[in-house]
């Protein structure tokens, strides 16, 4: 957590009070509440009133899907098609499967190229197509994975001709590349805190005023009466304080990590010629390097990496900690054994050039285990 | 050494993997996902593929300090394993689960992986000892002893593994486990075949075999004395579940002699017809010294927790003859003979093999 939205926390965390509450105690909380409201739109071209503070990333992102669709197809009944892509994190992927499986939803999924990127022209044939009954359309502003960012203007803009919502998440993006809600043009974005230097659990789902939501969380209908629960005032006031700190940083970071990045996709080419670089060359966030390592395992070089202390990540695990395939490398049209033999590196404020020199010290005896280790009768 | 923990979830490997760390290993935790749909706490039976298990084994890592994954073995647990012990019950034998695993997938597949990842040894929580003679020797704890199982790993095998446990009781694994901090300490024991939840071997079977009705045949007279629903449910020795139509002319209790896949026949007869004085089994491993060229005189084991009896063994290429002193009951096709060498500090296993007949 960043040092300066860690202080505000504790300098919160020690004031009582609830928000809601009319007292002199809560009509202080509700202020610090209001002030990081306004914080939080100001530095994402927002109007306070379109912040919805929530439980983090998971529950923006669930918040939008369903809320939106729930609300779109009440008003119509017929309105019951979600159209997002292939490439989406699991908390829209399974947001958008559980309407499938439970609302009667229909999907359209959008598929991407080779480098993980979304064609505007994909869409824009969707809602020809269905514009009458997509009640969501939902894609994210760049891939956690892969790290390719999407031409989000364009899809949105062509969501906005046919006047269907247009959800984004967020998450990655803000404080790695320019993000501005009103000129995105989209109707809802998720953002949260803990990939900012905020604390975890709390994030926000900027939600245009004219985009009708159905609450997941009934109750005393705090934020906007889309969310209801007590507010976290020091989660929120940290919150504020770290999305400013990421957004008005932004340049200057990227052109840093972008550069220091840069450097590691080239050493690792060298160390490792017949390496596969995933994503969009050009149009990816600064932090994020992505390869196939044929002939490897991801999860063998990850263990051979940590012991070296270097901290890597495959794609994701299933509930049993076993290492899956990316269904991201996949819909990217890698085969399986490429999905598994994928790594991410991901830089940060804290990566230093020493950091690249450690890992392209130890690749290639990793690579080569990892190798020797996949030769035998593949474990699956 | 660089030394790879299996940690099952379990109290005895969480202590094996402290006790590596405690002895300078450098040790990482690998957990075996060996279910191929890990379910969320499984009630009754405790096996080793549950999601609970999984995180145990996490939990046990993170007090120990050592790194830990998650390796999934579950296609090869599945052919080497699970479809293996199905063929075998089919073909009219009665396989031991554990022993293959140990013997396709701890000690091998893992191993493997293991020594092609730079690690040195697999360390786990069995219950036998395993000193710097190399030999494999029963646990102090026999309850517990687990030599059994692991007496069909090679001298290859044996020479990348480590067994912390076997200088221990269970009693003292579990003390030391709760001294350590480990939440595993009172974790109940697993008893059943840990791809077996409810615990109902016939059911499984029905469920992968179909089934197939046929005769119980006594063995004296040839009578057709009941049926069954598949010979494969019956074991060399079971008396119970027999659900005969007639009672034997002489009254007495009568036991599943011998199962007959072609024909679908399950023979029985009385207690005496199952005695076995002369055993034969395939593809001995011979890890106790230098294979002999003379029979030898031992003690033989013929299950899991069965008697030890005295034997003289013989070895003939692929074949291994045991001739026991005092004839057994219920020796089933498909275990395995284990012969050890009685001593002192702790019986000595000197090999093993499978058992035809």
Known sequence: MLDEALEAYVATAREVGNASSLHAAGRRARRRVEESREQVAAVLGARPSEVIFTGGGTESDNLAVKGIFWARRAAKPDRRRVVSSAVEHHAVLDAVDWL?????????????????????????????????????????????????????????????????????????????????????????????????????????????????????????????????????????????????????????????????????IERVRQAVPEVIYNGDPTDRLPGNAHFSFPGCEGDALLLLLDAQGIACSTGSACSAGVAQPSHVLLAMGADDDRARSSLRFTLGHTSTQADIDALIAALPAAVDRARRAAALRTPR | MRVLAAMSGGVDSAVAAARAVAAGHDVTGVHLALARNPQTYRTGARGCCTLEDSRDARRAADVIGIPFYVWDMADRFHEDVVDDFVAEYAAGRTPNPCLRCNEKIKFAAVLDRAVALGFDAVVTGHHARLGADGLLRRSVDLAKDQSYVLAVLTREQLDRSIFPLGDSTKAQVRAEAADRGLAVADKPDSHDICFIADGDTRGFLAGRLGEAPGDVVDASTGAVVGSHSGAYAYTVGQRRGLHLDRPAADGRPRYVLSITPKTNTVTVGPAEALEVSDVHALRPVWTGGARPDAPVECEVQLRAHGDVVPATVALDGDRLHAELRRPVRGVAAGQAVVVYRPDPAGDVVLGSATITG
Request: hydrophobic content about 50%.
């Open chain 1, 100 to 264: 499938a499986q439970h609302e009667g939803a229909e999907v359209g999924w959008l598929p991407v190229d080779a480098s993980g990127r979304l064609d505007p022209q994909a869409l824009r044939a969707e809602l020809a197509a269905h514009a009458d009954q997509v009640a969501v359309v939902t894609a994210m502003w760049a891939n956690n994975e892969v790290g390719t960012v999407q031409p989000v203007v364009e899809l949105a803009a062509v969501a906005a001709e046919h006047g269907v919502p247009f959800h984004t998440d967020a998450i990655q993006a803000v404080g790695q590349v320019p993000v501005d809600f009103a000129a995105s043009g989209v109707a809802a974005l998720t953002v949260t805190g803990h990939k900012l230097g905020g604390p975890t659990g709390v994030g926000a789902l900027l939600l245009a005023r004219d985009v009708p939501a159905t609450p997941l969380l009934h109750g005393g209908g705090q934020e906007r009466d889309v969310r209801s629960g007590t507010l976290d005032t020091a989660g929120i006031v940290a919150f504020a304080v770290a999305v400013e700190a990421a957004v008005k940083g932004q340049q200057e970071y990227a052109a840093r990590v972008a550069a220091l990045r840069d450097d590691l």
